[in-house]
């Protein structure tokens, strides 16, 4: 399995701030995916992230407010921008390896007051 | 469309007792299928997968799940339960892109209790 860590491992934030969260994985990966989960709540994919191309969001996701880095094949950023007491959640970022498997990190717990 | 269902929200067992996590999921063609647990204020950890072959997977920490096809479902057993065990389960289907798994699919969950 992948090592995954993700900075920060919890933050509270002001509403109307952004707040980056980092990705690092052990290996060079080629997929990488943020999730959101939000409280009580099941695990929703945010964007695919693929080095070299742009990210890919699902329904319900736009660019917008939550941009996407994925500047090589071990790293990638999500940020959470303009936030409101509503984007509180924990966010996941998860890459494959063996095509097949997602592996994640130990998410980011967001706290917007 | 794809979906993922878990019926039971919560579930208390006594420890020592056998588990079974019930898992139902729609999707078009072969699935990928994933069991996650998720300890209090920790990560995803990944229990045991199912993509082809033997219909019975096992996987870490004494799990189990049996893949049936004819009923939609990969329910999670383990035959005797530990106090440790307590967390939140997930089932989850992958997206089968040409051998890839890209996005998955999580159900809502099951909450574990374990009793003394």
């Known amino acids: 399995s992948a090592v995954i860590s993700q900075k920060p491992s919890r933050d509270i934030c002001q509403r109307g701030t952004s707040l980056t969260i980092q990705c690092q994985v052990d290996?060079?990966?080629?997929?990488m995916f943020w999730y959101r989960q939000q409280p009580g709540q099941s695990l929703t994919l945010i964007a695919t992230?693929?080095?070299?191309?742009?990210?890919?969001?699902e329904s319900g996701f736009v660019i917008d407010k939550f941009p996407i880095s994925r500047p090589n094949l071990t790293f990638s950023t999500l940020t959470v921008s303009n936030m409101s007491p509503e984007d509180s959640s924990i966010y996941l970022c998860?890459?494959?390896?063996?095509?097949?498997?997602?592996?994640f990190g130990p998410g980011t717990r967001l706290l917007v007051l | 469309a794809q979906s993922v269902t878990q019926p039971d929200i919560h579930i208390t067992v006594s420890e020592g007792a056998s588990l079974e996590l019930r898992c139902n999921y729609s999707y078009g063609a072969t699935p990928y299928l994933f069991w996650y647990v998720q300890s209090p204020g920790q990560g995803l950890q990944l229990l045991l997968k199912?993509?082809?072959?033997?219909?019975l997977v096992q996987g870490i920490k004494g799990f189990e799940a049996e893949f049936k096809r004819s009923q939609s479902s990969f329910n999670l057993r383990k035959p005797s339960v530990h106090w440790s065990d307590a967390a939140e389960y997930f089932c989850a289907v992958g997206e089968n892109y040409g051998g890839a798994t890209n996005k998955l699919i999580f159900g809502t969950g099951t909450l574990l209790a374990v009793q003394p």
């Open positions: 992230a693929n080095q070299g191309s742009e990210a890919t969001y």
């Open positions: 998860s890459t494959t390896l063996g095509a097949e498997t997602q592996y």
């Open positions: 290996s060079q990966v080629t997929m």
């Open positions: 199912y993509f082809s072959g033997d219909t």
